[in-house]
């Protein structure tokens, strides 16, 4: 069953576990009363780590955008990632600062994995205009 997690994840899982268990021992031997408030706050203790996790979105950057997006035969691929380019409908493309955020928020990948990239700010215009070559007229740019 846990092979599927990764070892953080593996760890708080356990933690989250040896928590309630250490709780109800505790309950069983001093034969106090259940309450489930101490129950529910004890078990969460696992919670916390992940709070300050950064976010599992890694940062992609890219020096030139137009390369590491390629498409071939209706075929659209960012990196490793591909998308069907019919299935496209929303290219999310951002401009903060000195960096531009582009991703395809409705297409994922994977489970929870969103094809995206950050790249320099001055090539926004210009991967645009790659994009809207090479995509349906009716995909719909977002910030």
């Not at 950064?54 to 990632?81: C, Q, T």
Request: hydrophobic share 45%; net charge positive.
């Amino acid at each position: 069953m846990l092979n599927k997690f990764t070892i953080s994840e593996k760890s708080i899982f356990l933690l989250w576990l040896l928590s309630i268990c250490s709780y109800l021992l505790f309950v069983f031997i001093t034969d106090s009363k259940l309450e489930m408030v101490w129950l529910l706050a004890i078990s969460n203790i696992a919670i916390f780590p992940s709070l300050f996790k950064r976010s599992k979105l890694p940062e992609n950057r890219v020096v030139e955008p137009k390369n590491h997006v390629r498409f071939i035969k209706g075929d659209m691929y960012i990196g490793d990632a591909k998308v069907r380019v019919s299935e496209v409908r929303k290219v999310a493309l951002e401009t903060v600062e000195q960096d531009a955020y582009f991703s395809l928020p409705y297409n994922h990948v994977k489970l929870g994995e969103i094809p995206n990239m950050v790249f320099s700010a001055d090539k926004a215009q210009e991967f645009k205009a790659y994009l809207k070559t090479h995509l349906s007229n009716d995909v719909v740019f977002i910030k």
